[in-house]
Structure formats: C-alpha cells, structure tokens
C-alpha cells in the first residue's frame, strides 16, 4: 500500500490507499452514487454556482459513516456557497487555504475542503 499523509488545518490526513484501487468517473448533477466511498477526491467541480448544490448532495449520499471528502477550488466565486450546501445536505466542512507556484513562477491559490457528516470533525466550518 502507498502511504501519504497531507495536512489540512494543522491535522493530518492520512490516504492510505490501496495499490488496487480504481478510480471511477461519475456524474454528480445527474445520478446519485450508486454505492459507498470512504474518500471522495474531487478537484475543479465549482466552477459553477448551479454546481456547488448538487455536488454537496452526491456527496451525502456517497460517504460512509465515517468517510470524507476532499473537494479542492481555485477560489473561484462560484464556489463562495458550497459551506451552506453541504450544511443542508447535513454536512460539515473545514477548509484551509492553499498556495503553491505554478511552473511558469506565478502564485498559485486555492482552498481544500475537508467534508464529513455533522458532528465528525471540529467545530470550524467554512461557507
């Protein structure tokens, strides 16, 4: 098994993930999951308001008790909302921001948010 550990909030995150494990591609505006994930990865899904709804709500009917998703945005204001939506979907969210440089020097700036069921992480949360 490969072994990595990020660090959101001051708080690793361990992804441990199998050598067999497949990736799926899935449509979140129009189908719900069809099974259970532990992790969802997600990165680049906001760049629309219309989209910050439905993604919240397919990711409350992914995760396991327990489970977690990362959903990553390049601070787009369209994503500004996404906090509230997964509240509704009886989510809560940590985030941190995030910067790196990109390969031509430029900054390069993000956010990363963190997503369990209500009640699973600490009291931080972002909207």
Known sequence: MRREVWRLADRPIDL???EDEATEL???VEQPAARRYERVLAADMLYERRLAEPLA???ASA???GGYALVSDPNRAAADGFGDCLARHGLRAQFVSVETTAPAGLPTRGRI???TRS???SS???S
């Open 113 to 115: 948010w963190r997503v």
């Open 63 to 65: 995760l396991t008790p």
């Open 26 to 28: 899935l449509d979140f």
């Open 124 to 126: 931080k949360s972002a």
């Open 16 to 18: 441990t993930w199998p």
């Open 119 to 121: 009640g699973s992480i």
């Open 57 to 59: 709500a397919w990711i």
